[in-house]
């Protein structure tokens, strides 16, 4: 089932904005996770407004898409902390239910309860191994946690499946850049940014890893890039004048 993409951590000293961390003096710029799943019919499809009334007297798993489907209520309310007993009422009746366990584990997440959302995405991805959406949202958890191979390897896993994912793209370039893999990582930008011309953070880590190869002439263009995107991305602005003054320096 196809999610909402939606822009959402150890740092390093690179000049590149990473998970949950830029730059010492640079505000961080959020990675990308994917939103949870719609809640569900009861023939599993997706309900197109993801509040579909159910039949009665279905039994467990009528039960438990109510429950789901409430908690997605509650979630979208703002009431997270609702939310999640809902979901965890859900998976005692139906607990092979792979987007229940995602859901879950992104509600934990925004809660601050990361190790338990990191339980629910696993089990998720035992659940269902080809759901790219969780290989990159574990991704990016790991990668909080500076757990970089293990992040890299869900990372892959997501573009494997989902070729034309940007934020998984970008996701990887970040992970492979706090491992030093600054080449690597320039080419997942330059795909993110292929992939979604207007992702003015993909473009932003474009040019912060050229900055940090050196490459000061070719990181002007996609900092300008990313301003033109999103005129109030404050960190663009910042590497872009720190740039600038190091070119003027480099000059004289």
Same mark, same amino acid.
């Given at each position: 089932m196809p999610k909402i993409l939606r822009p959402l951590a150890a740092c390093i000293g690179l000049l590149l904005l990473i998970t949950g961390c830029g730059p010492a003096s640079q505000a961080p710029t959020p990675a990308t996770t994917n939103a949870p799943a719609a809640s569900k019919t009861t023939n599993g499809a997706a309900a197109t407004n993801g509040t579909a009334p159910l039949p009665i007297g279905l039994g467990a798993s009528g +039960?438990?898409?109510?429950?789901?489907?409430? @908690?997605? *209520? &509650? @979630? #979208? @309310? %703002? *009431?997270?902390?609702?939310?999640? /007993?809902?979901? +965890? =009422? @859900?998976? *005692?009746?139906? /607990?092979?239910?792979? +987007?229940?366990?995602?859901?879950?584990?992104?509600y934990l997440n925004r809660l601050g309860r990361s190790d338990e959302a990191i339980q629910h995405y696993v089990e998720a991805l035992r659940i269902l191994p080809d759901y790219g959406e969780a290989h990159n949202n &574990? %991704?990016?958890?790991?990668? *909080? =946690?500076? +757990?970089?191979p293990a992040a890299v390897t869900n990372f892959e896993a997501a573009i494997k499946l989902q070729p034309q994912s940007s934020s998984a793209h970008n996701n990887l370039g970040n992970a492979l850049a706090q491992q030093g893999k600054l080449t690597e990582a320039v080419d997942h930008f330059r795909e993110a940014t292929r992939l979604r011309p207007d992702y003015a953070e993909a473009w932003l880590n474009l040019g912060?890893?050229?900055?940090? #190869?050196?490459?000061? #002439?070719?990181?002007?263009? /996609?900092l300008q890039t990313a301003l033109q995107i999103n005129p109030n991305l404050t960190p663009a602005r910042n590497a872009l004048i720190r740039l600038k003054t190091r070119l003027a320096g480099s000059a004289k």
């Open positions: +039960e438990s898409t109510r429950l789901v489907t409430e @908690a997605n *209520k &509650l @979630a #979208q @309310a %703002g *009431k997270l902390a609702e939310a999640v /007993p809902l979901l +965890e =009422k @859900a998976l *005692k009746l139906t /607990p092979d239910d792979e +987007e229940t366990h995602f859901n879950l584990a992104f &574990l %991704g990016n958890l790991l990668v *909080k =946690k500076g +757990e970089l912060n890893a050229y900055v940090a #190869q050196n490459r000061l #002439q070719d990181a002007i263009s /996609p």
